[in-house]
């Protein structure tokens, strides 16, 4: 009986071997204290990336860029204070007493062609206060072209320019910046420093990068190489297309620079070209964040997030629907605001004329209460009328 079951119990065993082995074999070997290794992440890869792709693109983009070079004139005007500041730091010679020569002022930039008649897209900021503006296309190098500017907006810090050819245009093709993606390979054309046409290449780093200092919407943000020159030069994705204008870079680091997303373009153009500006939307206030300290002067809890209005221009469209100084605005027509600033930039992209629902905290007796009330936006004036309103104010006081 006893050698019975000591069979029994060398079987059992010898089969246990034999099933557990295989397992044993295929299975991975696990130092204490490791992560279990995780199954690689399904990719939807498409084809392969064509080996010559940037060579097609910069063959079929660069006819369409264009270099732009500004100058302004000079003139005769009272001292500048920053003139005396630059005299005395910076060793500049000083100028006539009571009278400055101001230097021509020299520029670079880029722009691309949209149409064949000559229309060319380029950014604001290179353009501005610009007394002669001359583009040089990449076919004929040796020719300038003079320039017209045919409308100019700082906020989106887009412009248009013109010129009258006498060859025939390359024109750009514009796709879309409301499907790309982080990851997504681009290709930077511009005139970095003057050098002339010059491509770089990388990809989308981020997108909706909101940058006040730079612009008042979100931004494409690529490590494609950009550079002083570059601005207004086209971003270009895999297509050939246009998905974002060259606009700025982060001088702290390296790699990081910020295009305008062709779809904010292209919404504004129709209205660039027709007017020469964009109209702008004005409620009439002036706001200020909702910070801590001003939620407590307002004994309101600090969780409230939006912005206070400091100033309310009589008979604007704030003072006509009821809202008063420190009332809090939380939302527009949905939208949340949490700052002054996103107040500033919703109202500016309403179209005048256009009502619009308001959202506001007002303190009754340490109580905040919730109210809504709607207004007609109007068109923000221009900056002499703002300055001018401003002024009177001051002398109401």
């Known amino acids: 009986m006893k050698k019975k079951s000591l069979i029994l119990v060398t079987t059992l065993f010898f089969s246990c071997l034999f099933f557990l082995i295989p397992n044993l074999a295929s299975s991975q070997t696990v130092t204490k204290g490791?992560?279990?290794?995780?199954?690689?992440?399904?990719?939807?890869l498409n084809d392969p990336l064509p080996a010559n792709l940037f060579v097609e693109l910069a063959k079929a983009i660069n006819p369409a860029v264009?270099?732009?070079?500004?100058?302004?004139?000079?003139?005769?005007?009272?001292?500048?204070?920053?003139?005396?500041?630059?005299?005395r730091f910076y060793g500049i010679p000083p100028q006539s007493e009571g009278w400055s020569n101001r230097p021509r002022r020299v520029g670079l930039g880029t722009g691309f062609i949209i149409r064949e008649d000559g229309l060319i897209v380029t950014n604001a900021h290179v353009i501005k206060d610009a007394d002669i503006i001359e583009v040089q296309l990449t076919e004929k190098a040796d020719k300038q072209y003079k320039a017209e500017v045919i409308g100019s907006d700082q906020r989106t810090d887009i412009a248009l320019i013109k010129i009258?050819?006498?060859?025939?245009?390359?024109?750009?093709?514009?796709?879309?910046?409301?499907?790309?993606?982080?990851?997504?390979?681009?290709?930077?054309?511009?005139?970095?420093?003057?050098?002339?046409?010059?491509?770089?290449?990388?990809i989308i780093s981020s997108k909706g990068r909101a940058i006040q200092e730079i612009n008042k919407?979100?931004?494409?943000?690529?490590?494609?190489?950009?550079?002083?020159?570059?601005?207004?030069?086209?971003?270009?994705?895999?297509r050939g297309q246009v998905i974002g204008v060259n606009s700025a870079i982060d001088a702290r680091a390296q790699g990081i620079g910020f295009a305008i997303p062709i779809d904010e373009v292209k919404s504004i153009l129709p209205q660039l070209e027709q007017r020469g500006s964009i109209r702008k939307g004005y409620l009439g206030i002036s706001p200020v964040d909702l910070d801590n300290q001003t939620a407590a002067y307002l004994k309101m809890d600090d969780?409230?997030?939006?912005?206070?209005?400091?100033?309310?221009?009589?008979?604007?469209?704030?003072?006509?629907?009821?809202?008063?100084?420190?009332?809090?605005?939380?939302?527009?027509?949905?939208?949340?605001?949490?700052?002054?600033?996103?107040?500033?930039?919703?109202?500016?992209?309403?179209?005048?004329?256009?009502?619009v629902s308001i959202k506001y905290l007002r303190n009754n007796n340490g109580q905040a209460i919730e109210r809504n009330t709607t207004v007609t936006i109007e068109e923000r004036p221009d900056e002499k009328q703002?300055?001018?309103?401003s002024f009177q104010r001051r002398q109401r006081r």
């Open 34 to 44: 490791a992560l279990p290794q995780q199954p690689l992440p399904k990719l939807n």
């Open 66 to 87: 264009v270099n732009i070079s500004t100058s302004a004139i000079a003139r005769k005007g009272p001292r500048d204070p920053l003139q005396d500041m630059l005299e």
């Open 164 to 202: 009258k050819a006498d060859v025939k245009l390359h024109v750009a093709s514009l796709g879309s910046s409301k499907d790309v993606e982080v990851g997504e390979w681009v290709a930077a054309f511009g005139n970095p420093y003057g050098h002339g046409h010059t491509m770089t290449k990388g």
């Open 217 to 238: 919407f979100p931004l494409l943000q690529t490590d494609a190489s950009i550079n002083p020159g570059n601005s207004g030069g086209p971003l270009v994705n895999s």
């Open 303 to 355: 969780d409230y997030r939006g912005a206070v209005v400091a100033v309310v221009q009589p008979n604007g469209p704030a003072d006509k629907a009821a809202l008063k100084i420190y009332d809090v605005v939380t939302s527009i027509d949905g939208q949340r605001v949490r700052n002054a600033q996103d107040l500033v930039d919703i109202i500016a992209d309403k179209e005048p004329g256009k009502k």
């Open 386 to 389: 703002l300055l001018q309103q």
